[in-house]
């Protein structure tokens, strides 16, 4: 009898434990080994729901687990908390592991493992600029559940240590996670500054709508310095930082210090193993998630590329959503099925307190990028029928094709009601519709949820209108 | 020089004020006379806020009306009130209407008017079942502002005849309206109670998903009562409705009765001229919205069938959105544009208390009349992240062709956040994406919004596994 063919997954959050739970559905232990190698102590866990842990929104750290190592094990996987992979031998087919808890206590362990199915799923890490004081105690980073529990306490101290009302907090990056903690704190008492190097907070949007969120955080109490160039981090005599200073030279004081400049695809791993990298660096891969040219590794999550189908490119796209996925195609593939991931379009939606940001498609910059030529219209609308209680306004940006009138991105921000209307966007990007035959969308329509002519519409009106004078003129 | 040609159009609210205002829009008072015909006092009102107004939410009628007659004729339109038209002669290209205030007062007027283009925008009127007492006083439809003023007034009636706590009200149908409206009256403190023939409320829901939205009006506290065949309205001695009797001999007391059965096309002026109607008893017309057959005739709104793109049939789907599409699409075509409208798939939406409700595609038993093979599917999910506050549980029902996979519709219950979801299939409808597609779709993902599967994917996601059983069975 042929030994058991051995799936080892790295990274047990949502890449690697949906691939693993998948593949166990479809193959049983004898036909298949799944060993899961963790570096920390949580497996299967919503990274995305950590802001609202912070918060207070979510009491304790194990809402957000969505299946704990137990239960993994229980379901036939070998699952192995603080075990890192230290090396990838891809010719030999084999891993090597280091383990800080080895079984039965003692000294870290070291040990090669070799496989037939590899899957990386290895996420991301916050970004950290390589400047003074960045790694010392008293700055966080917020990507896994780890890292929140370590601000958690961070804050827990600050909170017994000074008073109320004196609290001081500087997020560095007014992305959509320095946006959500700079909410987070706030609302947990804190002065909160938030410093980002971009003219508008969120660069996932066109400026005139980061504009809008910039606005709305500077009415939430949330300090919001623009063009700001961080210098250093300011240590205090305990070695913790206490500061974060611009390159103006201006300082501001913090309790605690938050990374919110995004993430980088964790792929060290991979690149000394010689695995092809993207230009945004993360690994390639082919349509079923195969690491491009490896046969036998897979890569999903964090710390893979995506193909954009808007763009046309691969492009890095750190989502809880497409992890998610990856991981279950990878499954269904290694465990005998068949799946594929067609790519993105680049839907992201954010609550900032009671304002819903979402965006899909290109930017304008990233539209001129690839040499297309747009037009683009801003429409004000409201949530629901403008008679009916509650109703709130909403700015809906679309920019189009000129000649094709195709698609190409909408930006939306406002209040109740507005963030996950981008799904049509989003669906009709796919589609490669026009903007003129989205004007025909059969969209439902009653007065608590909107006007009669809902606000995508109105946007592809005036995007159709736009398209048509651009080509008289 | 030539005279100047004359836009007549009958019916002055969605469709017909669209329709002239866009054409205005194109052309000047002398490149095109625009003459609106309007039977009520009423002009470009929301017809689907009547219930709101009726529960209070919009407090004055004004809030309903978007633009007046006066606004109207300040932009160039010859708008006449309690105008009537009675007969429409084609081939001499002339309306002959019935003017009850005349300009300068006296006696109804009747004229012949000419025309060189026309557009039918007549509206529907509820359906009203031939039964004894039926048209008697205290019998109330809900389409026009007019009928609302007039049920208001009954109410206004009732609630200072009977005492507080003891007024009853009898709804008679559970489709969109019915269920509205017995929710606004609930919440004017009347007891009600909805009658409806068929086994659960919203035939526009299959039964299994209709069940949800009886169990939930019960839940508010409406006497739902199904399977109920209403008989004959009863009359006290004043002549005015006082209890609706089924076909079992039960009578439910009313102090006031509203008619939720639905509406029909108004064409008798139509019919009577021998334009032609579809099998639901609206005008058809073609894509241009020119009633078929007729170069000089327009017609759109509630008094026209629609193509339904999934059923490849024409229908009669009588909403707001529609009719102002159909209004622009007219405007600018006789204005001398181009514009063409394509059909819809059937989505609606509504909301009684905090339910909401959501349909767009084929029912099951309209997918098997049309002779489709399908499977379908029905998935529990949440609004929210599950850890996040306010997390409510919603229902997707979605159906799928046997063997392509093509998505034939989707069928939403559910609480915040529910209802809107349905857009999402209402573009792939449109698009013809498979199920299998739309596993694949990019949708905003964040904890505020909906877990990282979004419920419209989990459902797609089991369709597909049920079209790939199919076709292995």
Known sequence: MPATPRMLVIGANATGMSAASHARRLRTPEELEIVVLERGDFTSYSSCGIPYWI??????VDDLVVRTPRQHRERGLDVRLRTEATALDAESRRVRLRSTVPAGGGAPREEWLGYDHLVLATGARPLRPPLPGIDAPGVHGVQTLDEGRALLRALERAESEVPSG??????????????????????RGYDVTVLDQAGEPMTTLDPDMGRLVHEAMEGMGIATVTGARVASVRLGDDGRARAVETGDGTAYPADVVVLGLGVRPETTLAEEAGLPLGDEGGLLTDLAQRVRGHHDIWAGGDCVEVLDLVAGRTRHAALGTHANKHGQIIGANIGGGYATFPGVVGTAVSKVCDLEIARTGLLEAQAA????????????????????????PMRVKMTAERGTGRLLGVQIVGREGAGKRVDVAAVALTAGLTVEQMTALDLGYAPPFGPVWDPVLVAARKAARAVRAAADG
Chains 1, 2 share one sequence.
């Open 55 to 60: 918060a207070g929104d979510v009491e304790d």
């Open 166 to 187: 004196r609290r001081r907090a500087v997020v560095i990056g007014a992305g959509y996670i320095g946006v959500e903690m700079a909410e987070a704190l706030i609302r």
């Open 369 to 392: 990028d690839l040499g297309l030529r747009y037009v683009t219209v801003t429409v004000e609308a409201t949530s629901r029928a403008g008679y009916f209680p509650g109703a709130a």
